[in-house]
């Protein structure tokens, strides 16, 4: 099994930062990519940033120049710094990722159980 264990949210003011963290474990083979997505009640869950085993990035526009992901391979770790931010931040982050199972052949995507951040004005 592969379990996505998340920390570091939390209740931060307008303008203050989080550092979430996810670590992935059990039976994985290599990671193709990690990354952060975001889910309101009632709303569609959407990308925040992805990062790849090679360090390629991608970013939402509506958190590109505040948040700034990161990743340790020998770890199968990824990380989410968030500075600035916004009540709009405000949602329930998941972690991502693409990875093969020790017995598996083919990429797969799993999901941690998510970590509520709250921003307050």
């Known amino acids: 099994q592969v379990q996505l264990v998340e920390s570091g949210g939390g209740l931060v003011q307008a303008g203050g930062s989080l550092r979430l963290s996810c670590a992935a474990s059990?039976?994985?083979?290599?990671?193709?990519?990690m990354g952060w997505y975001r889910q309101g009640p009632g709303k569609q869950r959407e990308l925040v940033a992805t990062?790849?085993?090679?360090?390629?990035?991608n970013y939402a526009d509506s958190v590109k120049g505040r948040f700034i992901i990161s990743r340790d391979n020998a770890k199968n770790t990824v990380y989410l710094q968030m500075n600035s931010l916004k009540p709009e931040d405000t949602n329930v982050y998941y972690c991502?990722?693409?990875?093969?199972?020790?017995?598996?052949?083919?990429?797969?995507?799993?999901w941690g159980q998510g970590t509520q951040v709250t921003v307050s004005s």
């Open positions: 990062i790849t085993s090679g360090g390629s990035t």
């Open positions: 059990g039976s994985i083979y290599n990671i193709n990519a």
């Open positions: 991502n990722a693409i990875l093969r199972t020790t017995f598996g052949s083919v990429w797969s995507d799993y």
